[in-house]
């Protein structure tokens, strides 16, 4: 088995990063950065979502596997008091794996003859820097509305717990294939009119947005922006590509919002 191991820089992630590195060279394991079979991301949530960036061209072949070197996130299942047990893990691995919808975002400059595309594991967003962004919305091909406010987000079921639900979006199981739009601030009075609710959309429709004449509209596609290109349009669909992440105790996912965002029984009766 070929093993990548992708840290943040944090003093702590890089000490775990070291132990691992010299328990898999003991245990013979082949340490590949270029070409591995599992990718172990080290830090929380943000690390992870770096680590599907650099290797997003090989996800077919990839599983992943989080140390959380902080709080819980949603994309780490281990602690790094726990390496030991990974390591475990790892040796009587049966290749067993959990996927999740990723987002296709695909985007029409003015300045290219081709469409740029981008792949996103939370969410895209659409913003614009020094005026109030106005934006056709269409679902499937059909204007649906004429969006005006401060922007719209697209999120992945995975997403819906991330910059999303900040926005009163619903959280989705990933096992839905759906993509979901949140409304940032926008303007609804007698003039203008939006849905003003998040939006659910099903996995065969398709989504679009073209923006008006501007060339100062921020793209985001995670943590990653694009801007100063003038955007003639945008289209959101689910991707035919997924992540993988390697299945050795991969936690429930309503247990993960739940500790995320309610906390334990256990924990509320510490703080009585």
Request: proline share 3%; hydrophobic share 35%.
């Amino acid at each position: 088995m070929k093993i990548a191991i992708f840290a943040n820089k944090r003093p702590k992630s890089q000490a775990i990063k070291q132990k691992l590195q010299q328990k898999f060279i003991e245990r013979h394991f082949i340490l590949d950065d270029k070409d591995p079979d599992v990718v172990i991301s080290i830090g929380g949530d943000g690390t992870l979502l770096s680590a599907f960036h650099h290797y997003q061209d090989n996800l077919e072949k990839i599983r992943f596997v989080g140390v959380h070197t902080g709080h819980l996130g949603f994309y780490t299942d281990w602690r790094d008091d726990e390496i030991d047990d990974l390591v475990v893990s790892l040796q009587s691995d049966n290749r067993q794996a959990v996927s999740y919808p990723l987002l296709e975002v695909s985007v029409k400059y003015a300045d290219s003859p081709t469409r740029a595309r981008y792949l996103a594991l939370n969410e895209s967003t659409l913003k614009r820097n020094s005026a109030t962004m106005v934006t056709d919305v269409y679902i499937g091909g059909e204007l649906f509305e004429r969006f005006r406010g401060d922007g719209l987000c697209v999120s992945t079921p995975t997403g819906s717990t991330a910059y999303n639900k900040s926005l009163d979006g619903a959280v989705v199981h990933p096992n839905l294939e759906v993509l979901q739009i949140a409304e940032i601030g926008s303007i609804n009075n007698r003039v203008f009119r939006t849905l003003s609710s998040p939006m659910i959309i099903a996995p065969n429709d398709w989504i679009t947005f073209r923006p008006t004449k501007g060339s100062d509209f921020i793209l985001t596609v995670d943590s990653d922006s694009y801007h100063n290109r003038k955007i003639c349009e945008i289209q959101y669909k689910v991707s035919k590509r997924r992540i993988y992440f390697a299945k050795y105790r991969h936690m429930h996912f309503w247990r993960r919002v739940q500790e995320a965002f309610i906390g334990t029984e256990d924990e509320d009766r510490m703080d009585l």
